[in-house]
């Protein structure tokens, strides 16, 4: 598809939207809305066989995430986000790599409920930001089913009131391996099948 491997084209060399110029960023944003237009899933959210499972994201402009690249001596490595359709849950996992042994994580659980054919109501419930070491992180397969068990982590693990950290996310675009959010704050995610 044309509109896809534009986007995928237009991404490439932005390290998720890190190093993007204002110029790019218009690029993306319009590369993203023509694709939005070619979605061919008309109602993401009951798509759950596409929508089920491991996500890597390419490119955000989530001040959130992309702040994390700027915490000193410290870079910002993947981001993944897993969605368990069965359970409502989803997992965003940011992996923080600076000085040798002090790899970091920044991992967020939440549940999501479906309100319309392409939006999802998300709230936050747990989190947990520690060494990569220390919790014994090996992949973010590994790492949700210990959250799954109720391991507690030598880490800042903390539950979060889901009345007060709520949002919505539309998902504006689906397929095999692609997928477009866009969220409450005004944010934009592209992910990739991981």
């Known amino acids: 598809m044309i509109g896809k491997?534009?986007?995928?084209?237009?991404?490439?060399?932005t390290n998720r939207g890190l190093l993007a110029t204002d110029l790019q960023k218009q690029a993306i944003l319009?590369?993203?809305?023509?694709?939005?237009?070619?979605?061919?899933?008309?109602?993401?959210?009951?798509?759950?066989?596409?929508?089920?499972?491991?996500?890597?994201?390419?490119y955000t402009t989530s001040k959130a995430l992309l702040n994390l690249d700027r915490i000193p001596f410290c870079k910002l490595?993947?981001?993944?986000?897993?969605?368990?359709?069965?359970?409502k849950s989803v997992y965003n996992i940011a992996e923080i790599y600076g000085l040798p042994y002090l790899e970091g994580l920044v991992s967020v659980a939440a549940k999501f409920e479906p309100v319309?054919?392409?939006?999802?109501?998300?709230?936050?419930?747990?989190?947990?930001?520690?060494l990569q070491r220390l919790i014994e992180y090996n992949s973010p397969a590994t790492f949700i089913q210990q959250i799954e068990s109720g391991k507690k982590f030598p880490a800042v693990d903390f539950p979060i009131n889901s009345d007060t950290q709520q949002g919505w996310l539309d998902i504006t675009y689906i397929d095999d391996n692609l997928r477009i959010g866009r969220g409450n704050e005004g944010s934009v995610f592209v992910l990739s099948k991981a």
């Open 77 to 87: 490595g993947q981001i993944y986000q897993c969605i368990q359709v069965e359970t």
């Open 116 to 130: 319309s054919g392409r939006r999802v109501q998300v709230k936050f419930e747990r989190s947990i930001i520690g």
């Open 5 to 13: 491997a534009a986007l995928i084209d237009v991404i490439a060399g």
């Open 30 to 58: 319009a590369a993203i809305a023509n694709l939005e237009d070619l979605n061919p899933t008309p109602r993401p959210v009951e798509a759950s066989n596409l929508l089920n499972g491991n996500w890597r994201l390419l």
